[in-house]
């Protein structure tokens, strides 16, 4: 009798641990996340305009984007920003395509703006720093050469800037654009749009309350000029160039960074599960570089009073477990697990993840408020939340394989790509088999 029950329990014990891990990183900090956001939004600040709008430096790193430039450029003319007060530097990083004539349509389309072009040294990086010392600007903003802004995009992290002063540094809202996906949806651009509009108006919104931000994006930020002067500028040795601002304008310089939830940038949805592949690597890849240079003295009792510590945990240690847990669980079913609890646990998990992604949802839509037709689309699109968790699954796995390529390769703009690595890993199980075959035979 003693045997069954000490066994009954190890089980339970074993299965509550594994359920435990989700629960408590990620299901329950999320909830009360979404809580806070949802009282936050019942008193919405207001911002107050300035006696006199200052002028601002808009940077454009530009590399073969022959395709896209012409709607980037287009989309800050019509900015409700005043055009006289803005400039514009496109920054060629060695294009081969007809992005110059692109740019020359254009200077003579939009005669009325103050557009330049300047070519730099192959990379982001090295464009973005060169580009900055041609700003004139009080403000510094980067965006991506193929994505737009909202017409109140430029505004709106003006007036975020000039009624807070303690902000040196502010991030905008990325979300994919609606056009595209109406027209070429898929299952995985429709996840992609959603966990966009879920990290930037939910979850980032209380990392920005509380100054822990743990990077900028690097396709929408701003600066205060006078903060990104005294920096080391970009880092020409990281692809995570935009997360190492973000930590040296925090870290070394502690100054505040900040999310402008309502400045929006609008980039093109992703191509495929090739592309998702490279990008979340990158990210990934970018992410350890930078922690690797500013949390060398981390500790895990930090764990709490340290967002760095909690964010290294969950994005970096929680992956290699949750892996572990997902085998484990098959081979569970051979100590006498009973499979409808195990099934069962992985529904209950599932509908818990429903649950904060619903709740991500409202919290979503009450920030939207401002932008009716945004808010009318992302409403429509609440089902996908029931396959959010799966996606988020999936960027998990590559996370981790982006973790391990960090440790074994060097680092590069774009890493393997997934055909590549699937085909070494189908090569790699062929000539094991081959070779126990082998020992057999002898």
């Given amino acids: 009798m ?38 936050q ?59 110059f004539q692109v740019f020359a349509h254009a200077q003579n389309t939009f005669s009325d703006m103050n557009l330049r072009l300047i070519h730099t040294e192959k990379g982001k990086a090295e464009a973005l720093n060169a ?11 980067n965006i ?17 800037f000039e009624n807070d002063y303690d902000v040196a540094d ?15 949806g898929s299952l995985l651009r429709y996840n992609e749009y959603f966990e966009y509009a879920q990290a930037f108006l939910s979850g980032r919104v209380i990392e920005s309350n509380n100054n822990q931000l743990f990077t900028m994006s690097g396709a929408f930020s701003a600066f205060r000029k006078e ?13 995570g160039e935009d997360t190492d601002m973000t930590f040296q304008i925090r870290q070394r310089m502690k100054r505040k960074v900040g999310l402008c939830a309502n400045a929006f940038f609008f980039i093109e949805p992703i191509k495929d599960l090739s592309e998702l592949y490279l990008q979340r690597q990158r990210w990934q890849r970018g992410e350890v570089e930078v922690i690797h240079e500013y949390a060398k ?25 949750r892996m572990i847990w997902l085998c484990a669980s098959i081979v569970l079913l051979f100590f006498r697990y009973s499979p409808v609890m195990m099934g069962m646990s992985y529904v209950i998990i599932y509908l818990l993840y429903i649950f904060v992604e619903l709740l991500n949802y409202i919290c979503v839509l009450e920030l939207l408020r401002e932008f009716p037709e945004e808010k009318s689309f992302y409403r429509k699109q609440w089902w996908v939340a029931l396959t959010l968790p799966f996606y988020n699954f999936i960027c998990s796995i ?6 391990i390529n960090s440790m074994t390769t060097q680092a590069g703009w774009n890493s393997e790509s997934f055909s590549t690595e699937k085909k070494k890993i189908i090569t790699v199980i062929k000539n094991d088999f081959k070779q126990k075959e082998n020992e057999d035979k002898k």
């Avoid at 502010?170 to 070429?184: F, N, R």
């Avoid at 903060?227 to 692809?239: E, G, K, Q």
């Avoid at 500790?299 to 240690?317: A, G, Q, S």
Wanted: aromatic residues 10%.
């Fill in 144 to 160: 991506d050469s193929d994505g737009i802004l909202e017409k109140h995009a430029l505004m709106n992290m003006v007036l975020r």
């Fill in 398 to 403: 590559i996370r981790l394989i982006g973790v």
């Fill in 297 to 321: 003295q981390l500790e895990m009792k930090e764990f709490f009073k340290n967002f760095m510590v909690r964010r290294l945990l969950i994005d970096h240690t929680f992956l290699f477990p």
């Fill in 2 to 39: 003693n045997y069954w029950l000490d066994l009954t329990i190890f089980k339970m014990g074993f299965w509550l641990t594994w359920a435990l891990i989700p629960i408590l990183v990620e299901i329950i900090p999320s909830i009360i996340s979404s809580v806070r956001i949802m009282i």
């Fill in 170 to 184: 502010l991030k905008g809202s990325i979300l994919s654009q609606k056009e595209l996906l109406k027209k070429h």
């Fill in 131 to 141: 580009a900055l010392y041609g700003a004139i600007g009080t403000y510094i903003i």
């Fill in 41 to 99: 939004n019942l008193h919405p600040r207001k911002m107050t305009m300035p006696a006199k709008m200052p002028m601002i430096s808009v940077l454009v790193p530009v590399h073969n984007s022959e395709d896209t430039l012409f709607a980037c450029i287009k989309s800050i003319h019509d900015s409700t920003y005043p055009k006289d007060l803005i400039q514009v530097v496109l920054a060629d990083n060695q294009s081969t395509d007809d992005s």
């Fill in 227 to 239: 903060a990104v002067m005294r920096s080391f500028l970009y880092d020409i040795d990281t692809i």
